[in-house]
């Protein structure tokens, strides 16, 4: 007799956020059998990618999709390396500019869109899974601080340190309200898992979230939706937060709870390892109050997800990594 064979459908993930601490997740997944689809912030605009956003009116901020796209790439390290490779300050012209920005800025311009450039460079940079830009164009994040004053721009928020009420995103071209990229949002609606960082609250996971569709779609979803908690407090952002603090701030952005479960770091920094000087925009630990994310309706997973290294505190992509592969299964059966 014929044994019957079953093929079990790999769980679609999406990952959504900005800054480093989305490729160090997406790096530990790539090769774990699920289907990855990383859904990039658009509203950096410090640095290189600042630079270009404001010279090629094709480009969105091509910084966090450049990092993205090596970490979700089988690309030899030479390769990578040398799309990573950031010319010195001393070069004027092409100065603090990384060689990966400068392709995605092209290949943004030849296309005329930073979508499309992404979807062919993920073709040639043999990438597991699909990149998308959160939308086609570059966004301007707006903060409303507690005492009724407003800042325009993803790198002046923090600048003044006033505690934040609410933030919301425009386009860069005409101030009109932004729209999805092309596949963002049914891939929130088809996913099994959606993770939510880890990033900064403010600048890297909202700025998505703000995009109407988006928002939408992650109220609508029936994904099992997962943030990942920081592990420190940041200036002018999250300063004196607990772990509920954060989870509170997104559900009052989309005007209803949507976070099932929440990944806290328990482990220790041991005192005197950070330099400050380096990660100059973090301040504490964040403090636990498993209490209120129960209260806020969250699934709590606490313990160590700590790794330190180069005199900065990260999560550790694999152990992270291990957890949500356990929720999203768990999830499936």
């Known amino acids: 007799m014929k044994m019957k064979t079953y093929r079990i459908r790999r769980p679609?993930?999406?990952?959504?956020?900005?800054?480093?601490?989305?490729?160090?997740?997406?790096?530990?997944?790539?090769?774990q059998g699920v289907d990855i689809t990383a859904v990039?912030?658009?509203?950096?605009?410090?640095?290189?990618?600042?630079?270009?956003?404001?010279?090629v009116t094709s480009v969105t901020p091509p910084g966090d999709l450049r990092n993205v796209l090596v970490a979700l790439s089988d690309m030899p390290k030479l390769y990578s390396d040398i799309f990573q490779y950031r010319f010195n300050e001393e070069d004027k012209f092409l100065a603090n500019h990384a060689l990966g920005n400068l392709i995605i800025a092209g290949m943004s311009e030849m296309r005329g869109s930073t979508y499309e450039a992404i979807q062919l460079l993920s073709k040639m940079m043999h990438v597991k899974g699909n990149i998308?830009?959160?939308?086609?164009?570059?966004?301007?994040?707006?903060?409303?601080?507690?005492?009724?004053?407003?800042?325009?721009?993803?790198?002046?928020i923090a600048l003044d340190r006033k505690t934040i009420d609410h933030v919301?995103?425009?386009?860069?071209?005409?101030?009109d309200e932004p729209k999805a990229a092309r596949k963002v949002v049914s891939s929130i609606l088809e996913a099994d898992m959606i993770v939510l960082g880890p990033g900064s609250l403010f600048t890297s996971i909202l700025p998505n979230l703000m995009i109407s569709e988006i928002g939408e779609a992650m109220l609508q979803t029936q994904a099992e939706t997962v943030y990942i908690c920081n592990i420190m407090t940041q200036k002018g952002e999250t300063e004196r937060f607990t772990d509920a603090d954060h989870v509170r701030i997104l559900h009052n952005h989309l005007g209803n709870a949507f976070i099932?479960?929440?990944?806290?770091?328990?482990?220790?920094?041991?005192?005197?390892?950070?330099?400050?000087?380096?990660?100059?925009?973090?301040?504490?630990?964040?403090q636990h109050d498993f209490k209120g994310l129960r209260n806020l309706g969250c699934r709590v997973v606490s313990t160590d997800f700590l790794e330190l290294r180069d005199g900065g505190v990260f999560h550790d992509g694999d152990k992270v990594a291990e957890e949500l592969l356990r929720i999203v299964y768990e999830a499936k059966n």
Not at 18 to 29: E, N
Not at 132 to 156: C, I, M, N
Request: net charge negative; proline share 3%; glycine share 12%.
């Open 132 to 156: 998308y830009p959160s939308s086609d164009g570059s966004l301007v994040l707006h903060a409303v601080f507690k005492d009724g004053t407003t800042v325009r721009g993803e790198s002046k």
């Open 40 to 55: 990039v912030t658009v509203a950096d605009d410090g640095g290189s990618s600042g630079q270009l956003r404001d010279s």
């Open 260 to 286: 099932d479960t929440v990944l806290v770091n328990t482990e220790k920094v041991p005192e005197g390892y950070m330099d400050f000087d380096t990660y100059d925009e973090y301040l504490l630990q964040v």
């Open 168 to 175: 919301y995103v425009r386009n860069q071209a005409n101030d």
């Open 12 to 31: 679609k993930v999406v990952v959504m956020g900005g800054g480093t601490g989305l490729p160090v997740i997406l790096k530990s997944l790539r090769n």
